[in-house]
Each structure stands twice: as C-alpha cells, then as structure tokens.
C-alpha cells in the first residue's frame, strides 16, 4: 500500500497536478495541496488526495521550519505519510470524517 500511494503521489508531482493551493511553506509530500479535493467523494481518486492531504497537514502541524533538523523533519515525514496511508484505509472504507 505504502509503495502504491508514493508511486501515485511521484506520478502526480511529476504530470503537474492542477495544485493550485500547495502548502505555503512547501511541503515534502508529493501532491499535498490545501485547496479542496475536487475529485468525486469515494473515488479511488478522491481518497488517495485525501491521504495526500492528511498527509501534509500532519506534517505541516508537527515541523517548525526554523529550529527543526533533518533528522526530525525525516521522521515527521515518514509518521505524516504512516497517517497519510492510514487516511486512505479509512476513505477507502467510507470514513473520511
């Protein structure tokens, strides 16, 4: 699963998305925007931008741009798409509240 959401987050990045709002401060997640999900609710579609999205407001809430290194930004990102895949089991399943 992990591996099919990176490949379609890499995939996305690369084939220019229409992100028209992506997170100020940029964001490691490939594809992560603030703007809605304009895809249909319960699409696969749907749910792999809402993954995106959980994603990149994890990380976005948990990293302090400033004073944080490396090594905690790697770690933030890596727990940000743990909860990014664990959105998509949860949209996947209907639950996207």
Do not use: H, K, W
Request: with cysteine; glycine share 10%; charged share 25%.
């Amino acid at each position: 699963m992990r591996s099919a959401l990176l490949l379609v987050a890499a995939l996305a990045g690369v084939a220019g998305c229409n992100s028209t709002a992506p997170y100020p401060n940029g964001s490691p997640i490939v594809g992560a925007r603030v703007s809605a999900n304009e895809n249909p609710r319960g699409s696969d579609a749907f749910c792999r931008q809402y993954a995106r999205q959980t994603a990149g407001n994890s990380y976005e809430n948990r990293i302090d741009r400033e004073e944080d290194g490396f090594g905690v930004r790697a770690l933030t990102r890596q727990s940000a798409l743990d909860q990014g895949e664990a959105a998509y089991r949860r949209c996947r399943a209907g639950r996207t509240d």
